[in-house]
């Protein structure tokens, strides 16, 4: 099956304003490791994009030194179309609009050869993942396996457990909270024998990722565990409407 782009985009968006420095726009960059950012109106309509060669050594504004018009696409269309496309206008970013046109996410040719790969998505760590309903900032989704446990934060949080294969709907399977997120993951892929009989049966599959937010606070953690599973307990049942 194919994915959308909404599954792969980076969904958040850094952008800038028409007005907004070269200099501003070269220490944003710098911040968050990126190439190219979007230039949008104040209504989040696309106006252009704007990259780090074009801002090399020069000063002025982002309408000065974009390049527009701002090559847009849906969320809903495949990646492969993406592709085309990109092929097509010659460019290496596509910014991601909704049906009115206005910007949701940021698309790369990164990610696009991610999931022609497929790869799961992921993009710079100095982007926080936030979640309104948790109210707390999470990590891009890693396979659960030794070799990406360092991808885990090294703090107290919240660690959750999804299974899913490329372009079919994720599930959470698991939802706990940790003293120490990178340390509980280690455990994890180590197939630790002392795991309660319900969690031993996942760990024995090979198609789980992970992803976790920081939470310091003992309260924080117990609210967005106990939502989490509410949530995993009462979910509808496969096929149901």
């Known amino acids: ?21 070269a200099q501003a726009i070269r220490e944003l960059m710098r911040t968050f490791v990126v190439g190219a950012v979007p230039v949008l109106d104040e209504q989040r309509r696309p106006l ?16 000065e030194r974009m390049t527009c ?20 206008e010659d460019t290496h970013h596509l910014v991601v609009v909704d049906g009115a046109g206005m910007a949701v996410g940021f698309l790369s040719v ?8 497929g790869m799961h ?21 890693w396979p659960l396996d030794e070799a990406h446990a360092a991808r885990a934060p090294d703090a107290a949080g919240v660690l959750v457990l999804v299974r899913g294969l ?3 709907t994720d599930a959470v399977v698991w939802v706990e909270a940790c003293a120490n997120v990178r340390e509980r993951v280690r455990t994890l892929t180590a197939l630790d024998s002392s795991a309660e ?9 090979h198609d789980l990722r992970f992803r976790a937010a920081t939470v ?3 309260a924080d953690r117990e609210r967005i565990t106990s939502g989490l599973r509410w949530d995993l307990e009462h979910r509808p049942p496969p096929g149901a409407t």
């Open 166 to 168: 490329l372009g079919e």
């Open 121 to 141: 998505a992921h993009h710079p760590a100095a982007f926080p993942h936030w979640d309104a309903a948790t109210q707390s900032s999470w990590t891009d989704e």
């Open 216 to 218: 310091r606070d003992d």
């Open 197 to 205: 009989p319900a969690l031993a049966r996942l760990l024995e599959r």
């Open 48 to 63: 252009g994009i704007v990259t780090a060669l074009a801002l090399l050594d020069v000063e002025g504004a982002a309408a």
């Open 69 to 88: 018009p701002a090559v847009c696409i849906e969320g809903s269309t495949g990646f492969e179309e993406a592709a085309r496309r990109m092929a097509k």
């Open 1 to 21: 099956m194919s994915r959308r782009i909404a599954e792969i985009m980076n969904r958040e968006l850094l952008a800038v304003l028409p007005e907004t420095p």
């Open 110 to 117: 990164l990610d696009v050869l991610r999931a022609m790969h």
